[in-house]
């Protein structure tokens, strides 16, 4: 079956603009999670949706930053006024029920986010 | 080229040897542990988990090892293939907690 997938893979931008970044969750998955990879470091802790709720939103790293999930599946972050700091690898990533329960989160392949 | 993890730590093995890769957590309130794989230019992989209540479990020649009091976790690959070349994170997680905190990662290249 279909895993995690995100569009675009790849995304250059130039400071200043905007730009969305889409997930598309394994099918019936309730939990959705999105983590930055910057260059060299582990993956970061952005925000997690429960269903179309985002419980935790402090993973944010500024206002700039902002996410929402519709019928319960598809996600979008967007990222308002870009700044070459954001530039980096954006995982979403999805888990049949939830954080309080052991499961296994999926990940999709990544969306490159460069900023110039 | 993926240029992600050049300041990551390394590890080389030799193929067919076993290999360990070590991850120090910091939160003694951590109580599931995760190891994930990603190989360049893809999302982590699930490799194997582990909760606080084990010590040690297997899975296909992975093996997981939790020390609780020194907070330590490790991953053991027995003969090492050359598709397991690539970065290795340890990840954990609090109980009741959204919240997955990744290591830095470490990368593994196995010599032919």
């Known amino acids: 079956g279909a895993g995690v997938s995100q569009s675009p893979s790849n995304k250059v931008t130039e400071k200043g603009k905007d730009v969305e970044l889409r997930c598309d969750p394994i099918?019936?998955?309730?939990?959705l999670y999105w983590y930055r990879q910057s260059l060299g470091q582990g993956l970061e802790f952005l925000i997690y949706f429960q269903g179309n709720s985002a419980p935790d939103k402090s993973g944010l790293p500024s206002d700039r930053f902002s996410a929402e999930r519709t019928g319960g599946s598809v996600s979008t972050l967007t990222i308002q006024r870009t700044q070459q700091e954001d530039s980096a690898v954006y995982l979403c990533a999805s888990s049949p029920l939830g954080p309080s329960s052991t499961d296994t989160q999926y990940f999709g392949p990544g969306t490159r986010l460069t900023v110039l | 080229g993926e240029s992600v993890g050049l300041h990551l730590p390394t590890l080389s093995v030799q193929e067919g040897d076993n290999s360990i890769i070590n991850c120090a957590y910091s939160?003694?309130?951590?109580?599931?542990f995760i190891w994930y794989k990603q190989e360049s230019g893809k999302g982590p992989q699930f490799i194997i988990d582990i909760r606080s209540n084990m010590d040690k479990r297997q899975g296909q020649r992975v093996t997981v090892l939790l020390n609780k009091t020194v907070k330590h976790l490790s991953l053991q690959i027995a003969a090492t293939q050359p598709g397991d070349s690539a970065v290795y994170f340890c990840a954990e997680r609090v109980h009741g907690n959204e919240k997955l905190t990744f290591g830095t990662g470490t990368r593994l290249t196995i010599i032919p």
């Open positions: 939160n003694s309130a951590s109580d599931y």
């Open positions: 099918s019936g998955h309730t939990a």
